[in-house]
């Protein structure tokens, strides 16, 4: 493996900036990685050399010219980045794993893709994911698994187990993710690298597909706190294309992640997150053994007790599948993607649409569709749809209590390390409950980052912290202080994945 | 369905009025003349090539969100509080969903249980004078939806060998207002229809919020008819006929399914729930979609928009920029000019108010303003195939036009020619007189001789003067016209006649 893609993106960018490499060096080192591993964990369903080379050797020409234009670079221009192929942009296809968008192309760029544009990171391509982002394992992408590199007989996580598995496998130092119910955090635990939820409102959503609009945040994948940081002050900012954007100043992320003192700090255990059925001990080893470094280092552990989180799951499988009917009914085949004509009898509108949903749509998407189109039904709504964001608003209430005690929230990221493949598939509600301890903070709309903390069994262990609203910054500094802690220890999770080559 | 096409003879309109009451209800949809769409930057324009104005929001495509028209609410609330209605000080869109080719999403962004304006009340007048009260239940912003075009012999989808879509429309900003039952119209109900909407038209007209050409659809009106036996107090079933879009369409539609309920109730059926179509050709209804109380949008609130949110400065800044309400404007101006009824009715039907206010604020008489705009400004028109209101004429130039006469400086006649010559763009009327020579003849020596040549080759109507018929004066009138190649003033061959008779003018 080039070492040069064993760099952090920080790291990179630094090469970049000395002249000690040029970013069409770099994306080619990525490119062929890209190629030697993909057939192994499919975590792209585009790549795009052409383009990608072409935005690396126009940041080299400026870097070469130097001057004032070479000053303005971003600081993370040439380097190369990997996009969840829910996010659209224009140029390569977006299809959200889903065969009703097969060969659809954007005439527009997402407001995050216009960002990575204007700061000149090469764009390797798209990664894979469950269709419209919709599982926990990246299984039910309509081409094919991605499969986890610490261990290719195991899930990545998911949705985004393509940027997450990119990124721990060497293939990108950086992609985006979308977090609906864990989609960026869990597949982080998964593969021993960081992704962030950020606060709702935080990163501009247009361009991302929508699965759940209340619930829908892009977010960064990386390796180190640092790098995933910097991507979201990149990404991050007010945006007037989305309503739900915040109109807040983007923070200097990066700076309190590599500020690493967390003496006197409150770090609250969630009381209903810490323990219990479904826990794998060697989760809960790792996650002991992060709180006596972090307490080690002076933090005080209290613990936090948020009882409505018992109600979480079910209040989040009511209103993402109720907006994610709403979302995919445009797929109908008739202005753009599929278009399936029906067998045989009339060729009516209804039957055309009909037709275009059966065949266009997996079961997993349609089983949500029927959940939430049943809970939207008269006659349900109120039980249903306004029973959730009742709890919804309890949920609220008991991370505002837990942040009056703590100045951040600490849990394992998920109750289990990476299963294996077509384990839980046959069992939607199994699969449901790996996503437990990432929901509530969709559900509240709170910042969540995932970092590793330690090894169960050679797979990697995710430790999640949540802060409040509008408070990223705070999860980066507890973040950050965690991974410098562990890194005091040995190794770095990340660099500790075995080679793929030796991998069975 | 189909038991509507075995639908009893409708009653008359008198026997049907004598045995029911009628309910009536309305659902007017406002298209307004924002720049931009209710949710996106396309522009919001009639007419243009087919998917033009249509972009990635427009068209719902993957990753879109909506933005609120700011300049939309604005105009919602101002219709609201024209409509004397309380405004929401938060309201919230939602979605009501369904699948149809002409909704991108398959979903309009509408309002549900939190309109941005609602119970208000509209004073319509009558074509007696008489006020008739409608009460308002609320008024909602949503956003309108693509056209259809379908190909084939039945124009509608079912059966069309292929449809088109046109998504220009959609996203149009539409205020939808809805009033609450209406009783007590009795055999005035298609009458109070009409006026209720065409009301709103005014209003909305004034506000200068919509085009407010019905024929456009920018005002598209649903009517609901429902009947009950005098003297109960429980409403029959509705029938709802859609998209009534014209004035007389919609008394004629009201009337119609009055008679047609009351056909069918008399016989002793019942009336189905549904909607109607209006078929102008045969000013009947034809059944349309049954519409049951089991329709099922699943609303729910539209989570990409964040809710509105009036303030109390807002609202009062925005009641101050409201005009005077249209009905009071008629009144006060009705009183002010001292029109006869028929007179006023005549000038509000041909769209004259605005003209003739203005030539009265620059000096001309009511009467005189009138006498132009009514008379040869309309003739004008017509021989021109437009509207008074659309020659182009100012009201300065009638003024200017009228003094020339008052000051002595042409007659009627040559105001007349004048006036073509203005619109054929030949400058002021003073530039046209004083170009082409057109003064009356004031000299007295001249005139003078004209009319002592005209009243001596008329001995029998000097006769008739000199015994008191002073209107025969006007027989001598044109002689000397004749004489003076028509730039005599009448009033001053009048006042030298009786001068010579001796007659007391």
Same mark, same amino acid.
């Given at each position: 493996?080039?070492?040069?893609i064993?760099?952090?993106?920080?790291?990179?960018?630094?090469?970049? *900036?000395?002249?000690?490499?040029?970013?069409?060096?770099?994306?080619?080192?990525?490119?062929?990685?890209?190629?030697?591993?993909?057939?192994?964990?499919?975590?792209?369903?585009?790549?795009?050399?052409?383009?990608?080379?072409?935005?690396?050797?126009?940041?080299?020409?400026?870097?070469?010219?130097?001057?004032?234009e070479?000053?303005?670079? +971003?600081?993370?221009?040439?380097?190369?980045?990997?996009?969840?192929?829910?996010?659209?942009t224009?140029?390569?296809?977006?299809?959200?794993?889903?065969?009703?968008?097969?060969?659809?192309?954007?005439?527009?760029?997402a407001?995050?893709?216009?960002?990575?544009?204007?700061? *000149?990171?090469?764009?390797?391509?798209?990664?894979?994911?469950?269709?419209?982002?919709?599982?926990?394992?990246?299984?039910?992408?309509?081409?094919?698994?991605?499969?986890?590199?610490?261990?290719?007989?195991?899930?990545?996580?998911?949705?985004?187990?393509?940027?997450?598995?990119?990124?721990?496998?060497? @293939?990108?130092?950086?992609?985006?993710?979308?977090?609906?119910?864990?989609?960026?955090?869990?597949?982080?635990?998964?593969?021993?690298?960081?992704?962030?939820?950020?606060?709702?409102?935080?990163?501009?959503?247009?361009?991302?597909?929508?699965?759940?609009?209340?619930?829908?945040?892009?977010?960064?994948?990386?390796?180190?706190?640092e790098?995933?940081?910097?991507? +979201?002050?990149?990404?991050?900012? +007010?945006?007037?294309?989305d309503?739900?954007?915040?109109?807040?100043?983007?923070?200097?992320?990066?700076?309190?992640?590599?500020?690493?003192?967390?003496?006197?700090?409150?770090?609250?255990?969630?009381?209903?997150?810490?323990?219990?059925?479904?826990?794998q001990q060697?989760?809960?080893?790792?996650f002991?053994?992060?709180?006596?470094?972090?307490?080690?280092?002076?933090?005080?552990?209290?613990?936090?007790?948020?009882?409505?989180?018992?109600?979480?799951?079910?209040?989040?499988?009511?209103?993402?599948?109720? @907006?994610?009917?709403?979302n995919?009914?445009? $797929?109908?085949?008739?202005? $753009?993607?599929?278009?399936?004509?029906?067998?045989?009898?009339?060729?009516?509108?209804?039957?055309?649409?009909?037709?275009?949903?059966?065949?266009?749509?997996?079961?997993?998407?349609?089983?949500?569709?029927?959940?939430?189109?049943?809970?939207?039904?008269?006659?349900? $709504?109120d039980?249903?749809?306004?029973?959730?964001?009742?709890?919804?608003?309890?949920?609220?209430?008991?991370?505002?209590?837990?942040?009056?005690?703590?100045?951040?929230?600490?849990?394992?990221?998920?109750?289990t390390?990476?299963?294996?493949?077509g384990?839980?598939?046959?069992?939607?509600?199994?699969?449901?409950?790996?996503?437990?301890a990432?929901?509530?903070a969709?559900?509240?709309?709170?910042?969540?980052?995932?970092?590793?903390?330690?090894?169960?069994?050679?797979?990697?262990?995710?430790?999640?912290?949540?802060a409040?609203?509008?408070?990223?910054?705070?999860? $980066?500094?507890?973040?950050?202080?965690l991974?410098?802690?562990?890194?005091?220890?040995?190794?770095?999770?990340?660099?500790?994945?075995?080679?793929?080559e030796?991998? +069975? | 369905?189909?038991?509507?096409?075995?639908?009893?003879?409708?009653?008359?309109?008198?026997e049907?009025?004598?045995?029911y009451?009628?309910?009536? #209800?309305?659902?007017?949809h406002?298209e307004?003349?924002?720049?931009?769409?209710?949710?996106?930057?396309?522009?919001?324009a009639?007419?243009?090539?087919?998917?033009?104005?249509?972009?990635?929001?427009?068209?719902?495509?993957? #990753?879109?969100?909506?933005?609120?028209?700011?300049?939309a609410?604005?105009?919602?609330?101002?219709?609201?509080?024209?409509?004397?209605?309380?405004?929401?000080?938060?309201c919230?869109?939602?979605?009501?969903?369904?699948?149809?080719?002409?909704?991108?999403?398959?979903?309009?962004?509408?309002?549900?249980?939190?309109?941005?304006?609602?119970?208000?009340w509209?004073?319509?007048?009558?074509?007696?004078?008489?006020?008739?009260?409608v009460?308002?239940?609320?008024?909602?912003?949503?956003?309108?939806?693509?056209?259809?075009?379908?190909?084939?012999?039945?124009?509608?989808?079912?059966?069309?060998?292929?449809?088109?879509?046109?998504?220009?429309?959609? #996203?149009?900003?539409?205020?939808?207002?809805v009033?609450?039952?209406?009783?007590?119209?009795?055999?005035?109900?298609?009458?109070?229809?009409?006026a209720? &909407?065409?009301?709103?038209?005014?209003? &909305?007209?004034?506000?200068?919020?919509?085009?407010?050409?019905?024929?456009?659809?920018?005002?598209?009106?649903?009517?609901?008819?429902?009947?009950?036996?005098?003297g109960?107090?429980?409403?029959?079933?509705?029938?709802?006929?859609?998209?009534?879009?014209?004035?007389?369409?919609?008394?004629?539609?009201v009337?119609?399914?009055?008679?047609?309920?009351a056909?069918?109730?008399?016989?002793?059926?019942?009336?189905v729930?549904e909607?109607?179509h209006?078929?102008?050709?045969?000013?009947?209804?034809?059944?349309?979609r049954?519409?049951?109380?089991?329709?099922?949008?699943?609303?729910?609130?539209?989570?990409?928009?964040?809710?509105?949110?009036?303030?109390?400065?807002?609202i009062?800044?925005?009641?101050?920029?409201?005009?005077?309400?249209p009905?009071?404007?008629?009144r006060?101006?009705?009183?002010?000019?001292?029109?006869?009824?028929?007179?006023?009715?005549?000038?509000?039907?041909?769209?004259?108010?605005?003209?003739?206010?203005?030539?009265?604020?620059?000096?001309?008489?009511?009467?005189?303003?009138?006498?132009?705009?009514?008379?040869?400004?309309?003739?004008?028109?017509?021989?021109?195939?437009?509207?008074?209101?659309?020659? !182009?004429?100012?009201?300065?130039?009638? &003024?200017?036009?009228n003094?020339?006469?008052?000051?002595?400086?042409?007659?009627?006649?040559?105001?007349?020619?004048?006036?073509?010559?203005?619109?054929?763009?030949?400058?002021?009327?003073?530039?046209?007189?004083?170009?082409?020579?057109?003064?009356?003849?004031?000299?007295?020596?001249?005139?003078?001789?004209?009319?002592?040549?005209?009243?001596?080759?008329?001995?029998?109507?000097?006769?008739?003067?000199?015994?008191?018929?002073?209107?025969?004066?006007?027989?001598?009138?044109?002689?000397?016209?004749?004489?003076?190649? !028509?730039?005599?003033?009448?009033?001053?061959?009048?006042?030298?006649?009786?001068?010579?008779?001796?007659?007391?003018?």
């Open positions: 493996m080039d070492p040069m064993q760099l952090t993106a920080a790291q990179m960018a630094a090469k970049l *900036r000395a002249g000690e490499i040029t970013s069409v060096e770099l994306t080619q080192a990525h490119l062929r990685r890209i190629e030697q591993v993909e057939p192994t964990i499919n975590a792209f369903l585009h790549v795009n050399a052409e383009e990608a080379l072409e935005t690396a050797a126009g940041v080299d020409k400026i870097r070469a010219a130097g001057g004032a070479a000053e303005k670079l +971003h600081p993370l221009a040439g380097v190369p980045i990997a996009i969840k192929d829910l996010i659209v224009k140029g390569q296809p977006t299809t959200a794993a889903s065969k009703m968008l097969e060969g659809w192309m954007s005439p527009y760029d407001t995050v893709v216009e960002k990575i544009r204007a700061a *000149r990171l090469p764009i390797l391509g798209k990664t894979n994911l469950d269709e419209f982002a919709m599982g926990s394992s990246t299984e039910h992408s309509a081409y094919g698994v991605t499969r986890n590199p610490w261990d290719t007989e195991r899930i990545p996580g998911g949705s985004g187990g393509g940027s997450a598995a990119a990124v721990a496998a060497f @293939e990108a130092p950086l992609a985006l993710g979308t977090d609906t119910g864990g989609s960026i955090r869990e597949p982080a635990a998964f593969t021993g690298t960081v992704g962030t939820k950020p606060t709702y409102g935080g990163v501009s959503r247009y361009g991302a597909i929508a699965m759940a609009s209340s619930l829908d945040q892009i977010g960064p994948c990386a390796r180190t706190v790098d995933a940081a910097l991507l +979201h002050e990149l990404i991050g900012g +007010h945006d007037p294309k309503s739900t954007s915040l109109p807040d100043p983007v923070p200097a992320f990066a700076r309190a992640a590599a500020e690493h003192d967390v003496a006197g700090k409150k770090i609250g255990v969630i009381k209903q997150l810490s323990h219990g059925e479904g826990y060697g989760v809960l080893d790792a002991h053994s992060s709180l006596e470094s972090l307490k080690e280092a002076g933090a005080e552990i209290v613990e936090v007790d948020c009882p409505s989180f018992d109600y979480a799951l079910g209040a989040y499988y009511l209103i993402m599948p109720s @907006e994610a009917s709403s995919l009914a445009r $797929y109908d085949g008739v202005r $753009y993607g599929k278009r399936v004509l029906p067998d045989d009898g009339p060729l009516t509108i209804e039957r055309v649409m009909a037709a275009t949903r059966a065949a266009g749509f997996g079961p997993e998407v349609k089983r949500r569709i029927v959940l939430g189109t049943y809970a939207l039904s008269a006659g349900y $709504y039980a249903y749809y306004g029973s959730a964001q009742k709890i919804r608003t309890l949920i609220q209430r008991d991370f505002d209590r837990a942040f009056e005690q703590a100045e951040v929230l600490i849990c394992p990221t998920a109750p390390v990476p299963f294996k493949l384990e839980k598939l046959d069992d939607p509600l199994k699969m449901y409950l790996n996503d437990i990432t929901i509530p969709n559900l509240a709309g709170i910042p969540g980052i995932n970092v590793p903390g330690g090894l169960s069994e050679g797979l990697p262990v995710g430790i999640q912290f949540l409040p609203a509008r408070e990223d910054i705070r999860a $980066y500094h507890a973040a950050g202080a991974e410098h802690l562990l890194g005091e220890k040995g190794e770095a999770i990340w660099q500790q994945i075995p080679e793929l030796e991998v +069975h | 369905m189909n038991e509507t096409l075995t639908d009893p003879q409708p009653l008359s309109f008198e049907a009025l004598k045995k009451e009628p309910v009536l #209800g309305f659902e007017v406002v307004l003349n924002t720049v931009s769409k209710m949710f996106s930057s396309a522009p919001n009639f007419g243009d090539e087919p998917n033009s104005n249509v972009n990635e929001v427009d068209l719902g495509l993957p #990753g879109t969100l909506p933005v609120v028209n700011g300049r609410v604005e105009s919602a609330i101002k219709l609201g509080l024209a409509l004397n209605c309380s405004i929401a000080e938060s919230r869109f939602a979605r009501k969903q369904y699948f149809y080719p002409d909704t991108p999403k398959n979903w309009q962004t509408s309002q549900y249980d939190e309109p941005i304006a609602y119970d208000g509209l004073d319509v007048e009558l074509d007696d004078g008489e006020i008739f009260r009460e308002i239940e609320r008024a909602h912003m949503e956003e309108d939806a693509g056209k259809l075009t379908h190909a084939g012999t039945s124009g509608r989808i079912q059966g069309a060998d292929y449809s088109l879509v046109d998504y220009n429309r959609a #996203g149009v900003p539409l205020i939808e207002i009033t609450k039952p209406i009783t007590g119209a009795g055999e005035r109900a298609p009458e109070v229809a009409r209720y &909407v065409s009301a709103i038209r005014d209003i &909305v007209k004034a506000l200068k919020i919509s085009d407010a050409r019905m024929e456009r659809g920018n005002v598209r009106c649903d009517a609901n008819v429902s009947l009950m036996p005098k109960a107090s429980r409403f029959g079933t509705r029938s709802e006929t859609k998209n009534v879009n014209s004035l007389r369409a919609v008394e004629h539609a009337t119609y399914e009055i008679r047609r309920h056909g069918v109730l008399a016989a002793g059926g019942s009336i729930q909607t109607r209006w078929q102008e050709t045969s000013r009947t209804t034809s059944p349309g049954i519409k049951s109380d089991a329709d099922d949008y699943r609303y729910f609130p539209e989570p990409d928009l964040v809710p509105i949110v009036t303030t109390e400065e807002w009062e800044t925005l009641r101050a920029e409201l005009p005077e309400p009905a009071e404007r008629r006060r101006l009705r009183e002010a000019w001292g029109y006869s009824d028929a007179e006023f009715r005549d000038v509000v039907a041909a769209g004259l108010l605005d003209e003739i206010e203005q030539t009265v604020e620059q000096g001309a008489s009511p009467a005189v303003a009138r006498k132009w705009w009514m008379g040869e400004l309309s003739r004008l028109a017509n021989a021109r195939e437009t509207a008074p209101a659309e020659l !182009g004429v100012e009201p300065a130039t009638i &003024v200017e036009l003094q020339l006469i008052e000051d002595g400086k042409i007659n009627d006649k040559i105001a007349r020619q004048v006036l073509e010559y203005h619109l054929d763009g030949e400058g002021s009327p003073g530039q046209i007189v004083a170009q082409r020579g057109l003064e009356v003849v004031s000299d007295d020596g001249a005139l003078t001789a004209a009319v002592e040549k005209a009243m001596a080759e008329n001995p029998d109507v000097v006769e008739k003067v000199k015994g008191g018929k002073l209107k025969a004066i006007g027989a001598l009138i044109g002689p000397v016209m004749k004489e003076t190649k !028509g730039q005599a003033d009448a009033g001053k061959v009048r006042q030298i006649v009786l001068e010579k008779l001796g007659i007391e003018g």
